[in-house]
């Protein structure tokens, strides 16, 4: 994937990081810039994964496997991260109330998509009793598919308990969840949604939404349209305000964000939005400020870590990058 930036200065300079679908910095990998005239330059990442550009004035495309746009003003320096093709993990072979099973994310997508998977299929075992014996027998069986890594077995008993009880909102997250630890994300998205518009006032399947993070649904209409629905909802509800503002352009967004931190002051990915709007309009005396605030309500918050790294190291500030980006890699490990 490419995408075009726009480079404004006499001499521009134009950084970032590559990393992994595990959000794990990428070393010796090769990055491409190519001018409006298709003239090319190639630079290697370094060590830590990073890559820079000096280039003067014009429009270019930089590119790795992935993309990331952003403009640079005179003087100034771009931040760009880019995301080669997402790591693979080993295809696990188990054996799970009598059904075996190849195919749990053998292949499907990013570390990130992996943790989200992991985390709904717990939730989803959380939710509670229908006090419907039947109901229940069905929910158990695939919960625990689901839990042992089978997805695909667990998305074929969740269809017929959404065939039995169409009303069931945790017969539609389970399938939901289940589709989607199988990697196929537009069905997950549309049971997803099914079950957000079964009681749109109900905040749970919302936040089962709020989890996912694969691209295909996160940056979906459906997507955007059903956070703005919760956040008006659920106006008083700090995860509603954040989830919806992470579809939206960093001028609607940051109204939201700064909501979402005043209704919980601990919701650290909150202060890291903020931070990141703050970067991109290059005012990181701000940044900093709200990376550092994300750091001091969640200090295992790596992403945290990470994107002050990021504003350290723009400002020449390599001591202290070198130290936020080794928090990041032991929260990593």
């Given at each position: 994937?490419?995408?075009?930036?726009?480079?404004?200065?006499?001499?521009?300079?134009?950084?970032?990081?590559?990393?992994?679908?595990?959000?794990?910095?990428?070393?010796a990998?090769?990055?491409?810039?190519?001018?409006?005239?298709?003239?090319?330059?190639?630079?290697q990442?370094?060590?830590?994964?990073?890559?820079?550009?000096?280039?003067?004035?014009?429009?270019?495309?930089?590119?790795?496997e992935?993309?990331?746009?952003v403009?640079?003003?005179?003087g100034?320096?771009?931040?760009?991260?880019l995301?080669?093709?997402?790591?693979?993990?080993?295809?696990?072979?188990?054996?799970?109330?009598?059904v075996?099973?190849?195919?749990?994310?053998?292949?499907?997508?990013?570390g990130?998509?992996?943790r989200?998977?992991?985390?709904?299929?717990?939730?989803t075992?959380?939710?509670?009793?229908?006090?419907?014996?039947?109901?229940?027998?069905?929910?158990?069986?695939?919960?625990?598919?689901?839990?042992?890594?089978?997805?695909?077995?667990?998305?074929?008993?969740?269809?017929?308990?959404?065939?039995?009880?169409?009303?069931?909102?945790?017969?539609?997250?389970?399938?939901?969840?289940?589709?989607?630890?199988?990697?196929?994300?537009?069905?997950?998205?549309?049971?997803?949604?099914?079950?957000?518009?079964?009681?749109?006032?109900?905040?749970?399947?919302?936040?089962f939404?709020?989890?996912?993070?694969?691209?295909?649904?996160?940056?979906?209409?459906?997507?955007r349209?059903?956070?703005?629905?919760?956040?008006?909802?659920?106006?008083?509800?700090?995860?509603?305000?954040?989830?919806?503002?992470?579809?939206?352009?960093?001028?609607?967004?940051?109204?939201?964000f700064?909501?979402?931190?005043?209704?919980d002051?601990k919701?650290?990915?909150?202060?890291?939005?903020l931070?990141?709007i703050?970067?991109?309009k290059?005012?990181?005396?701000?940044?900093?400020?709200?990376?550092?605030?994300?750091?001091?309500?969640?200090?295992?918050?790596?992403?945290?870590?990470?994107?002050?790294?990021?504003?350290?190291?723009?400002?020449?500030?390599?001591?202290?990058?070198?130290?936020?980006?080794?928090?990041?890699?032991?929260?990593?490990?």
């Amino acid at each position: 994937m490419n995408g075009w930036q726009a480079a404004a200065a006499v001499l521009c300079v134009i950084t970032g990081t590559v990393y992994d679908g595990q959000h794990h910095p990428v070393p010796a990998v090769k990055v491409y810039l190519q001018t409006a005239d298709k003239r090319e330059m190639t630079v290697q990442t370094d060590s830590s994964g990073v890559y820079r550009f000096s280039v003067p004035a014009g429009l270019y495309k930089v590119h790795a496997e992935g993309e990331a746009a952003v403009t640079v003003t005179a003087g100034k320096t771009g931040i760009t991260d880019l995301t080669v093709q997402p790591a693979f993990f080993d295809e696990p072979k188990f054996t799970a109330a009598g059904v075996t099973d190849y195919t749990y994310q053998g292949g499907h997508g990013s570390g990130a998509n992996f943790r989200s998977a992991e985390t709904l299929a717990k939730e989803t075992a959380a939710l509670g009793g229908s006090g419907d014996s039947n109901e229940d027998e069905i929910f158990t069986r695939g919960t625990e598919l689901l839990n042992h890594r089978a997805p695909q077995a667990a998305a074929e008993v969740f269809t017929k308990g959404v065939g039995l009880f169409p009303q069931s909102l945790r017969m539609l997250l389970g399938l939901a969840s289940a589709c989607y630890a199988e990697g196929d994300y537009d069905t997950a998205a549309r049971w997803f949604y099914k079950a957000t518009d079964l009681s749109p006032s109900d905040p749970k399947p919302y936040l089962f939404l709020g989890r996912v993070e694969a691209k295909q649904i996160t940056e979906s209409d459906g997507y955007r349209e059903r956070m703005e629905r919760f956040a008006k909802v659920q106006p008083e509800s700090a995860l509603a305000n954040y989830y919806y503002g992470t579809t939206l352009p960093d001028d609607k967004a940051q109204g939201l964000f700064e909501k979402a931190v005043k209704l919980d002051p601990k919701l650290g990915m909150g202060y890291v939005r903020l931070g990141i709007i703050e970067a991109r309009k290059e005012r990181f005396v701000e940044a900093v400020r709200e990376y550092k605030r994300a750091i001091a309500v969640e200090p295992d918050l790596g992403e945290a870590h990470y994107r002050l790294s990021e504003v350290y190291r723009v400002t020449g500030e390599m001591g202290k990058a070198k130290e936020e980006m080794g928090v990041f890699e032991r929260l990593g490990k």
